[in-house]
C-alpha cells in the first residue's frame, strides 16, 4: 500500500501530466508546496518502487504501474466526490475537501457498486474526466485564452482550482458550474481581470483563477 504522501504525488503526477503541464521536480514542487529537495527525494523513492521515470530532459512520467495506481485513487476519490454531492447533496465547492475522508474507504467491491449507484458517471462534480469512465475533450482550452465578447461553455474546474477553497466558492455563488453558459464580456489586463456573464449575472475573475478553468465553444447549429 502507498504511503500518502505518494499518492499526493501520484494524483498530482496525472492531473498535471493530463492537463499538459510541465512535470519537473520545480513544478512539482510548486504545485505540492514543498522545497525542490524533498520533492527529489520522494521521487527518487518512487523510481526505485516502479512508479515513476525521468525523461531526457528531467521531466517527470509515470510508468505503468504509477498510471494504473494513480488512476485507481483518482477515480476513488471522483466516485467520493460524488457520493457526497449527488446522494449527501453537500454544495460542490466543499466535496473535494471533505471527500479525503471517504475515499480510502472505497474498495473494489464498493466501487463497483457506487459506479453503478451513481449511474456510472464520467466526470466528478467539477467536470474532470474520472479515469476509465471520462476523457478530456479535444477542443477545451483555458479559459484565459477566449476572446472578448464570444459564448463559451465552462468544461471544467481543474484539481488545481479545487485545492482553492475560496476560488471554488466564488465559483458557486456565481454559479459558475461545468455546463454553465458564459459569454466574455471584457478582459482587464492591467487588473489582470476577466469579466464574465453567466447564470448568476456577472462575475469577476482573476487571470490566474481563469487559467486553471477549461472551457470550449458551442457547437454550431
Not at 523510481?47 to 528531467?58: C, F, I, M, Q, S
Request: hydrophobic residues 40%.
Amino acid at each position: 500500500m502507498s504511503s500518502p504522501v505518494v499518492e499526493e504525488y501520484l494524483q498530482t503526477l496525472h492531473f498535471m501530466l493530463r492537463d499538459g503541464q510541465q512535470t519537473i521536480s520545480a513544478r512539482l514542487a510548486e504545485r505540492l508546496h514543498v522545497t525542490p529537495p524533498t520533492v527529489t527525494a520522494t521521487l527518487r523513492r518512487m523510481e526505485r518502487d516502479g512508479l515513476v521515470t525521468y525523461g531526457a530532459h528531467k521531466e517527470v512520467g509515470l510508468t505503468e504501474l504509477g498510471q494504473k495506481t494513480a488512476e485507481d485513487l483518482v477515480r476513488r476519490h471522483a466516485l467520493a466526490e460524488r457520493l457526497l454531492t449527488d446522494f449527501l447533496k453537500m454544495p460542490w465547492d466543499e466535496a473535494h475537501e471533505e471527500s479525503h475522508g471517504f475515499e480510502h474507504a472505497i474498495t473494489p467491491k464498493v466501487e463497483e457498486r457506487l459506479l453503478a449507484a451513481l449511474g456510472h458517471p464520467s466526470t466528478c462534480p467539477h467536470g474532470n474526466p474520472i479515469p476509465g469512465i471520462g476523457t478530456v475533450a479535444p477542443d477545451e482550452f483555458p479559459l484565459d485564452h477566449a476572446i472578448v465578447g464570444e459564448e463559451i461553455i465552462l468544461e471544467r474546474i481543474t484539481e488545481e482550482a479545487e485545492l482553492d477553497s475560496r476560488l471554488m466558492h466564488h465559483l458557486q455563488s456565481h454559479g459558475l458550474a461545468p455546463g454553465a453558459r458564459l459569454r466574455i464580456a471584457r478582459s482587464e489586463p492591467f487588473n489582470r481581470l476577466l469579466v464574465l456573464e453567466g447564470p448568476e449575472g456577472e462575475a469577476v475573475l482573476g487571470i490566474e483563477a481563469a487559467s486553471k478553468l477549461r472551457a470550449r465553444r458551442p457547437t454550431p447549429t
